[in-house]
């Protein structure tokens, strides 16, 4: 399995700011993503970021709002810009991998909570 | 529409029983199932996962049900221990969508010592 670490871990932001979240992978990994988690709801993929090429975004997520970095095969950022308190989530960094028995894996960092006041 | 959908917000076991989490899903295209266990403030830990051509993967103490003419799976852990206690969230991948995962909401597991 993967080892992810993110920072910050957590973040209290005026709205109109902007945060960078940091997310490092232990190895190295063609695609990582970017989730979502609203208060009481379940996770929801924002983007994927490839090595060498723009991020790849879901519907009703844009590049102006989430602008991510891949500089290389183990680390990845995501922007959340020009913040309102409907950004206040939990923003989680992710890996696929195979399991030993060659069973698909996907596993998360611990996430960075964000609220915006 | 949710396509996985976890109907049981909550459960409680006694410790050492039988714990049993049900999922459901609507999308015949999906081709992976995975669990997740959550506690607060962390993300979520991987537990197992299954084809879906398969109907049973086991991985110790957990046990990973497909019944794909029902959409159906489930997640048995055997025996279970007040460390189990926390949320899990059944997730399902799309033939061909990498890395996106659609999650259910989640179902709290209590374990009784």
């Known amino acids: 399995s993967a080892v992810i670490s993110q920072k910050p871990s957590r973040d209290i932001c005026q709205r109109g700011t902007s945060l960078t979240i940091q997310c490092q992978v232990d190895s190295q990994v063609t695609m990582m993503f970017w989730y979502r988690q609203q208060p009481g709801q379940s996770l929801t993929l924002i983007a994927t970021?490839?090595?060498?090429?723009?991020?790849?975004?879901e519907s009703g997520f844009v590049i102006d709002k989430f602008p991510i970095s891949r500089p290389n095969l183990t680390f990845s950022t995501l922007t959340v810009s020009n913040m309102s308190p409907e950004d206040s989530s939990i923003y989680l960094c992710?890996?696929?991998?195979?399991?030993?028995?060659?069973?698909?894996?996907?596993?998360f960092g611990p996430g960075t909570r964000l609220t915006v006041t | 529409d949710q396509q996985v959908k976890q109907n049981s917000p909550s459960l409680s076991v006694q410790e050492g029983r039988i714990s049993i989490l049900n999922c459901d899903y609507t999308?015949?295209?999906?081709?992976?199932f995975l669990w997740y266990k959550k506690y607060p403030a962390e993300g979520p830990t991987f537990l197992i996962s299954i084809s879906s051509i398969k109907d049973k993967n086991e991985d110790g103490r957990f046990t990973v049900f497909l019944n794909k003419s029902a959409k159906h799976l489930s997640l048995h852990i055997v025996p279970s221990q007040p460390g189990d206690s926390a949320v899990y969230f059944c997730a399902a991948r799309a033939r061909g969508s990498q890395g996106n995962l659609i999650f259910g909401k989640g179902t709290k597991l209590s374990v009784k010592p």
């Open positions: 970021a490839n090595q060498g090429s723009e991020a790849t975004y």
């Open positions: 992710s890996v696929e991998g195979l399991g030993w028995r060659g069973t698909y894996e996907q596993y």
């Open positions: 999308n015949s295209m999906f081709d992976y």
